[in-house]
């Protein structure tokens, strides 16, 4: 085979092999063009504070404190499904799948203590408190 031949040949060979490894370095997946699925974030839900459900369950923090008449949002980025579920029914938290967030206001002044149902203590340690001071 000849120099150019060969040169060609492996060029192709090359070009196969980067299209087939994809080469992406977003963290976002995909290959690097658009088209992947951004994280979820509290960024713009105007919330006080932020509690991320993790895939170690656990609820990091576990604690927050805000004032009467702020939010909290909850992020759930782990890969695995999680909820936010109030230990005393003071309020309504709900469902929070992966890839998504969950905002509750708290109007009065009190200690919140909430779970994840699906991973529920003492298994699981995905727990927390929200105290909101008046």
Do not use: K
């Not at 060969?6 to 196969?16: E, F, I, N, P």
């Not at 170690?56 to 939010?71: E, M, N």
């Amino acid at each position: 085979m000849r120099s150019s031949e060969m040169t060609l040949a492996l060029s192709a060979a090359g070009v196969v092999l980067l299209a087939a490894c994809g080469g992406s370095t977003s963290p976002y997946g995909g290959g690097g063009g658009g088209g992947g699925t951004r994280p979820a974030s509290c960024a713009s839900s105007g919330a006080s504070a932020t509690i991320t459900a993790t895939g170690s369950f656990t609820f990091s923090p576990s604690t927050a404190t805000i004032t009467a008449g702020q939010s909290v949002c909850w992020v759930n980025n782990s890969g695995i499904p999680h909820t936010v579920t109030s230990d005393d029914a003071r309020f309504t938290g709900g469902s929070l799948p992966t890839g998504s967030t969950l905002v509750v206001t708290f109007p009065a002044a009190g200690s919140y203590a909430f779970h994840c149902s699906i991973h529920p203590p003492p298994t699981y340690n995905m727990t927390g408190t929200i105290t909101v001071s008046p």
